[in-house]
C-alpha cells in the first residue's frame, strides 16, 4: 500500500497546503551554487501536529466525500441499469405509447376545463369590486352628510344610521362573495378527481390533472382571502394602523422597516386597480401560491439563463423516464412475491436496492420543477422572488425539512392557515395539526385517486411525520440547526427507508389489482 | 408532490435560513391587543432572490449530501450483505483459521528476523562512531600540529599532507561504512521476500512479512544516510555555513527562520551522542520513516485519546475482514466466468458491484492505518508530528492525491532520493520518473511475492499513474487546486474502477491457479 510520486509542481513543498520541509528546491539551487551540496539531515519533522481528522486539528473540507458520494450513487445506477439491461433487454417504451386512447383525451379534458374556474374566480371578484367600489361611495356620501357638508339629511342621527346600514349591507355582500369563492375553490378539484378515480387508467395521467387542480385551488384560494381583505379595507377606508401596519418588512438595503403595501411592493397596484384580466393571469401563471397584487419584478429576461434551465428540465424529465421505465419497475415487479411470502429479509433487501434509484429519481424529480421549471418560468414572468427552496438538504430535523424544501405551500400554509389560527388564539399545536391534516388529505388526493386505492397509506405517511418531527426536534435542539444526526434520520426516514417502502407498497396493491401474474423473483 | 407542515418553532419565519416573513406571531399576537386583527394581505414575496441553487446565490454548504452518500454507501453494503446471505449463508470463518501451520511459522519467523537487520545497522553506526571519533581526534591534533602548537612535526608541510592523509582515510572508511550499510538493506528485504514467494501459500500471511520489510528497509535507508552526513560534518567539523544552513525551518510561533538543527529540534541531540541503542529502537517503532536524531515530541499521554484510537483500529479491522470475506470475495468469485468469457459488460458490471465494497474496504483501511494505528503509536512514543496524512480526499488531481495521502512515504522519497537528485542537477520529470519506478518496484514487490504472480500488474498499475497525472495535472493549474472534476477523474480511476479492476485482476488469476472450478456466476 505504502507508495508515492512527485506531485505536480504546483504542489511543491512550499504548497500552502503542506507543510514546509526545508530545503525548497530553489534553495537548494542557489545553495549548491554558494559551494554547500545537500545534505540528508534536514528534518521534516519540525512542529507538534496533529491529523487532519483529529478534533485538535483545524476544521477540514470533505468536499471530496461529496463527489464520492455522487458517483457511487452514479455507479450504483449504471451498474443496475447494466444487470436489469442482461435480465430484461429494453423495456423502456416511447413516454405515453402504453397510455390509452380515452386516458388522453380525459386527462386532456380535465386540463382544459380547469381555466373557467379561474374565470370564474376572476369573475366573482369583477362583481365584488362593482359593488366594493358602488359602497365605498354610498359610504363617503353618507359619512360626509353626518358632517352636514351637502347634507341630504337634516337629522345627523338618522345620517349615521344610515351609515350603519350601509356599511352591514357591505359586510353580508362581503359575505355573499365569499361564498360563491368558496363554491367555486371547492368545485376546482370534484372535476378533476372524478375524471381520475373513474375515467383515467393510467396514473401518471391523472397525477398531472390532479397536480393542476390542487395548485389552482390554492390560488384561487389564496387569490380569494386577499382580495377580500384588500376589498375591505377599501370600502370602509381601514386607516394604516388597523390594516397596513401588519405588512412590515425589514428593508436590509435601507435598513429601515416598510409600513405601508406601497413601500413593500416596487410596482404598488392598490385596490382595486388590481382586479383586471392581466393581474389574474400572471397570478395564475406566476410561480408562487400567494396573491399579491403585486410582486418584485426583475428588470431583465436573460436569454441564456432561460435556456439552460429548459435543457435542463428536458433532461432530467428524460433521466428520470428511463431511471422509472428501464429498472425501477422492474426491481419492484421482483419485490411482489416478496411480499407476498412476507419475506421481510427480501423486502428490505429489496427497498434498499430502490433506495439508490429512488434517492435519485427523487434529486432529479426536486432539480427539475424546484429549480429548472419554476426558474424558466420565473424568468419568462420577470417574476423576483425565486425562493422557491432553501437548503433543505442540510435539514436537521424532519420538521425543518417539510419548511425548507417546498417554500411556495410552506408560505401558503404559513400565510392562509398557520398565522391567521395563532393570531387568532389557536394553539401553535393546533394550527400544526389541522395544516398536517389538510397536507395529509391533498397526499391521499394526489396519490390514492391516480392508483384508484383510496386505502389512507399517503394520508397515514403524513401523519407519521408527527412522530418523527417530535422525535427529531429535540435532537435539533440539543445539537443545534443542521445537525448531523438529525440529517442522516432525516435522510433514512424520508429518502432511502420512507420512498421505496410507500412506491413498494403501491405497486404492490396495484400488480394484485391489475396483473395476473407477477414477472418471477430474481 | 407539493405538501408541507409547520416546522419546529425554532424554525420561526424569523429564523435566520428563512426569509423573513412578516409579521411574527409574536407580532401578531401584540397586535391583536391593539384591536387590529390579522389580513391576509400581508407581503411574502418583497425582495429579488435567486435559488440557493443558481450561481447568483450565496455559497450554500451541501453537508447533507456528505450525510446521504454515507448513508447510501452503508445501505448499499447492507442490501448486499442481505443479497449474498440468502445466496450463501454465512461464509466468515475465524481470523487465520484458513491459514495452514506451515504459513504461521514461516510468517511469525520472518518477522523475528527483520529486527536483526536493526541491530546490524545499529552495530555498523557504532562501529562507524568508533572510528569517527577516532579519526575527529586524530584530525584535531594534526590541525593543531600545523598550527605549530604541541608540534609533533617539525615540517608544517608534511603536517599539512598528513591532514590530508587523515582525510582521505576518513572517506575511505566513510565509504566503507555505507557499503556495509547497501548490503544491510538490500538484505532486509531478501529474506521475507524468498520466504512469500516459496514457503507461505496465503497472500495476507506474507503480505504483512513483506509490508514490515519495506517499512524497515525505507527507515534503515535513511538512518544510514542521515547519520552519513552527520558523521562527515563531525569528523570534518563542518561550518554551519556548508552544513547546517540546509536546515531552514520557518518558526510560526516566533515567525523567524531557525537556521541549526540545535533550533530546529526542540530537544536537540548531537552526532555522536545519538548513536545508542534507545535512540535508535524509537526510530525503529516511531511512525515516520525519516530518521531524526531527535523528534518534536509532546509531554503529556492522553489515555483517553490512546484507548479511542486503539478501539476504533480493532472494530475497523473487524470490519475490513468481514466485508472482505463474507461479500468482497463471493462478487469476485461470481466475476471469474465473466473474465473467462471476456463478457465486458459483465465485467464492468461486476467492477462496479465491487466498487462501493472496496471504496469502503479502502477507506477503512485508510483511517485504521494512517489514522487510528499511527495516532495511537505516536501518542504512546509522545510523537509530536502526526501530519501522516493530508486532506487527499480533496485532490483536485491525481498528483496531488500521491503527495497527500501517504506523508510519511512522500516525505521519505522527498527528503532521500527527490531533492537529492534535483539538487545535484538532475530534472525534476527524471527524478520523478526515478521515484515512480520505485514505487511501481515496491507494488511489485508487495503484491506479485505475496500472491505469486510476478506478472507487472501492479508495476503496470503505478506506472499508469504517469498519464493520468499528465492529464489532471493541467486540469488542476485550470481549475485551480481541489478543482470538482480533477477529484472526480481522481475517485473514478483510482477507487471507483482502478482498485476493484486489479483486484478482479489478481483474483482471476488467483483462482486459475489455486481452484479447480470457480463458483458459478450468479
Same mark, same amino acid.
Given at each position: 500500500m505504502t507508495t508515492e510520486t512527485e506531485p505536480a509542481p504546483t504542489s511543491s513543498v512550499s504548497g500552502? &497546503?503542506?507543510?514546509?520541509?526545508p530545503p525548497t528546491v530553489a534553495d537548494l539551487k542557489t545553495s549548491q551554487k554558494t559551494g554547500a551540496s545537500y545534505r540528508h539531515t534536514f528534518p521534516v519533522h519540525t512542529k507538534l501536529t496533529p491529523s487532519p481528522l483529529s478534533k485538535e486539528a483545524p476544521p477540514e473540507s470533505y468536499r471530496g466525500f461529496v463527489n464520492l458520494g455522487m458517483l457511487l450513487l452514479f455507479g450504483n445506477n449504471v451498474r443496475l441499469i447494466i444487470e436489469n439491461y442482461q435480465k430484461y433487454g429494453i423495456l423502456i417504451s416511447f413516454p405515453g405509447s402504453n397510455v390509452s386512447r380515452d386516458d388522453w383525451v380525459w386527462t386532456s379534458l380535465s386540463h382544459t376545463l380547469l381555466p373557467l374556474n379561474v374565470l370564474?374566480?376572476?369573475?366573482?371578484?369583477?362583481?365584488?369590486?362593482?359593488?366594493?367600489?358602488?359602497?365605498?361611495k354610498r359610504l363617503d356620501d353618507a359619512k360626509a352628510s353626518i358632517n352636514g357638508a351637502g347634507a341630504l339629511h337634516d337629522d345627523p342621527k338618522s345620517a349615521l344610521k344610515n351609515v350603519h346600514k350601509i356599511e352591514a349591507a357591505a359586510r353580508t355582500t362581503q359575505k355573499l362573495f365569499g361564498w360563491l369563492h368558496v363554491f367555486n375553490v371547492l368545485l376546482i378539484l370534484t372535476w378533476p378527481s372524478y375524471v381520475s378515480y373513474y375515467m383515467i387508467f393510467h396514473p401518471f395521467m391523472s397525477v398531472t390533472c390532479l397536480m393542476n387542480g390542487t395548485i389552482q385551488l390554492l390560488k384561487m384560494t389564496s387569490f380569494a382571502l386577499v382580495n377580500q381583505d384588500l376589498r375591505a379595507a377599501y370600502i370602509f377606508d381601514l386607516p394604516p394602523d388597523k390594516?397596513?401596519?401588519l405588512t412590515r418588512v425589514h428593508d436590509a438595503s435601507s435598513g429601515r422597516i416598510l409600513t405601508t403595501t406601497q413601500e413593500?411592493?416596487?410596482?404598488?397596484?392598490?385596490y382595486p386597480d388590481n382586479i383586471t384580466f392581466k393581474n389574474v393571469a400572471y397570478f395564475w401563471f406566476a410561480p408562487t401560491l400567494c396573491y399579491q397584487p403585486s410582486y418584485p419584478m426583475t428588470t431583465v429576461f436573460r436569454k441564456s439563463f432561460f435556456l439552460k434551465r429548459t435543457l435542463e428540465m428536458l433532461t432530467c424529465l428524460g433521466m428520470m423516464y428511463f431511471l422509472i421505465e428501464q429498472y425501477a419497475t422492474p426491481t419492484l415487479q421482483n419485490s411482489v412475491r416478496a411480499v407476498d411470502q412476507l419475506a421481510f429479509g427480501t423486502m428490505l433487501e429489496r427497498i434498499l436496492k430502490l433506495s &439508490? &434509484?429512488?434517492v435519485l429519481i427523487w434529486l432529479l424529480m426536486f432539480y427539475t420543477f424546484f429549480h429548472a421549471c419554476f426558474n424558466a418560468q420565473a424568468e419568462l414572468l420577470f417574476f423576483g422572488?425565486?425562493?422557491?427552496?432553501?437548503a433543505w438538504w442540510n435539514a436537521g430535523s424532519v420538521g425543518r425539512y417539510w419548511a425548507l424544501w417546498n417554500r411556495p405551500v410552506y408560505t401558503f400554509f404559513k400565510r392562509h392557515v398557520y398565522l391567521p389560527m395563532v393570531t387568532s388564539g389557536v394553539s401553535r399545536l393546533t394550527a400544526m395539526l389541522v395544516i398536517f391534516t389538510i397536507s395529509a388529505i391533498m397526499h391521499e388526493v394526489l396519490i390514492g385517486l391516480p392508483t384508484h386505492m383510496l386505502y389512507g397509506y399517503a394520508f397515514g405517511g403524513m401523519f407519521f411525520q408527527i412522530p418523527l418531527i417530535a422525535l427529531t426536534r429535540p435532537l435539533e435542539k440539543w445539537r443545534g440547526t443542521g445537525t448531523g444526526l438529525g440529517n442522516m434520520i432525516f435522510w433514512v426516514s424520508f429518502t432511502i427507508?420512507?420512498?421505496p417502502a410507500c412506491a413498494l407498497l403501491y405497486y404492490y396493491h396495484w400488480t394484485k389489482r391489475h396483473m395476473d401474474d407477477p414477472v418471477p423473483a430474481s
Open positions: 500552502a &497546503t503542506l507543510p514546509e520541509i370564474w374566480a376572476f369573475q366573482i371578484e369583477r362583481w365584488a369590486k362593482k359593488s366594493a367600489v358602488g359602497y365605498r390594516f397596513q401596519h413593500v411592493y416596487q410596482y404598488d397596484v392598490q &439508490t &434509484t429512488s422572488d425565486r425562493c422557491f427552496y432553501l427507508l420512507g420512498q
